[in-house]
């Protein structure tokens, strides 16, 4: 692959970067200092607070993002609108309704606004990842209820292999797994880097720039997500948001859909990938309670392993040196199956979970013929409660049966800022006792937690 310039079209113009630049600094810093497009601000570096917020076009599609955390790399071939870039009809919405005092969030408010009067969707959640310190939201959403699609666009470039060089860096975007597998052979610490809603802080907070990235965003076989009889199976590089919208169309896998619609916010679900949630092998990581519970698959460059043999401790996973993560599969639920899925965090939308457990329970004549129940937050690294599986086999799903389970539970949990070690077991024994309600009451919405009367 050849040297060559970042290129990505901005507010609807072509742009070539200068020779040179550096491909893993921010978005965010790139519009600000170079751009001179300062209406994009920085609030938190870390994609917590949305005022950073920028949209990806794809023809009529719009994507919010988080751009202190995206790349310029990474923006490779893409169409970037600012808050410069779209009229003054959504802002002006929002100053006719009272909708902004310091102005500071305000921006990005209006991109991740703008965005959704094309995507459409609860205008509270596509608000999730935007904080506002001053108004508070009402306001704000009155004002989106008076917005109309602008019908602007822009269309992205299906951008070719490149690799971006200077004497500090080369940043490699290539086009088939198996070069990605040939340069991760050559350059063996290489950063992998997917959507970066993680790896991303490493640029934005800590200002680290490697000296050799390889981007996996522009594979054909890390993208796309296929629905059929067997299952689920989603490309590595897939964003978050289609494996969302997969599950809240499919009734087998409709129970998973609100606890992914907390994880991060439309932005992090825009960009932040399932293969890179299991690449880290984080023991908060929000999608890999789901992988575990349902006895997934991972399709690497050169073999095939179930996710629980994949995850190995803390941060630590199962990829040789010279292998990459191509694919997941998530095995459909057999007929009948409880699917419960549940999060507890300090806040509920944009935050990491303290505690996380997906549980998947599959009945014959009445009684449990197979359990599945992972944790999140409570080890190393996601566990399977093994315990509480066992006392749940070959009963009957009573609160008394779900009470003893919850006692097996043989989890020895950490202290830290977002909870005990006391409350996260007392937290997850609460998770487990819960599943005879969510089986009594099937039709009972997932953020209901209280007993029926």
């Known amino acids: 692959m050849q040297d060559n310039r970042i290129r990505f079209t901005l507010n609807g113009q072509p742009m070539a970067l200068p020779a040179g630049t550096i491909a893993t600094r921010t978005l965010l810093d790139w519009l600000r200092e170079d751009a001179w497009l300062t209406g994009t601000k920085e609030g938190c570096a870390e994609g917590d607070c949305g005022a950073c917020t920028v949209v990806l076009e794809d023809g009529a599609r719009r994507e919010p993002i988080n751009a202190c955390l995206a790349t310029l790399g990474q923006m490779h071939g893409r169409a970037i609108r600012t808050v410069e870039g779209i009229g003054r009809a959504v802002a002006e919405a929002l100053a006719d309704a009272d909708g902004t005092q310091c102005g500071f969030c305000t921006p990005g408010i209006v991109m991740s606004a703008w965005a959704w009067t094309r995507e459409g969707g609860d205008a509270h959640e596509a608000l999730a990842g935007n904080l506002c310190r001053c108004t508070g939201y009402r306001p704000i959403l009155e004002a989106m209820g008076r917005m109309q699609d602008d019908g602007v666009r822009a269309d992205a470039v299906a951008p070719a292999p490149a690799s971006f060089a200077t004497p500090e860096q080369v940043f490699h975007l290539p086009a088939t797994l198996a070069e990605a597998v040939a340069l991760k052979r050559a ?31 522009n594979m054909s076989e890390l993208r796309g997500l296929r629905v059929d009889g067997t299952g689920i199976r989603i490309g590595a590089a897939e964003p978050y948001s289609a494996l969302h919208e997969a599950c809240a169309g499919d009734a087998d896998f409709a129970p998973l859909a609100p606890y992914l619609a907390r994880l991060g916010s439309r932005q992090i679900r825009a960009m932040g990938t399932v293969g890179g949630n299991l690449g880290t092998a984080s023991p908060i990581g929000d999608a890999l309670p789901i992988l575990l519970a349902l006895d997934a698959v991972v399709e690497t460059s050169a073999r095939e392993l179930p996710v629980a043999d994949f995850l190995l401790d803390y941060r630590r996973n199962a990829l040789a040196a010279d292998e990459i993560i191509a694919a997941i599969r998530l095995p459909r639920p057999a007929p009948g199956a409880l699917l419960v899925a549940e999060k507890l965090s300090r ?24 359990a599945r129940i992972a944790f999140g937050g409570m080890a190393a690294t996601t566990r399977r409660a093994t315990g509480a599986e ?38 997850a024994r609460g998770l487990v006792e819960r599943l005879w309600l969510r089986h009594a009451h099937p039709k009972m919405p997932a953020d209901v937690f209280a007993v029926p009367a």
């Open 347 to 370: 806040r509920h939308d944009q935050d990491i979970s303290a505690v996380a457990m997906v549980a998947r329970v599959e009945f014959a004549g009445g009684v449990v013929s197979r």
């Open 187 to 217: 350059l063996p610490d290489a950063w992998l880097l997917a959507g970066g809603t993680d790896l991303g802080l490493r640029f934005s907070e800590h200002r680290e720039n490697p000296p050799a990235v390889i981007a996996l965003l």
């Open 390 to 427: 066992g006392a749940l086999i070959g009963r009957a799903l009573t609160r008394e049966t779900a009470r003893e389970a919850a006692a097996a539970l043989d989890f020895a949990p950490l202290s830290d800022w977002r909870g005990s070690a006391e409350w996260r077991m007392t937290a």
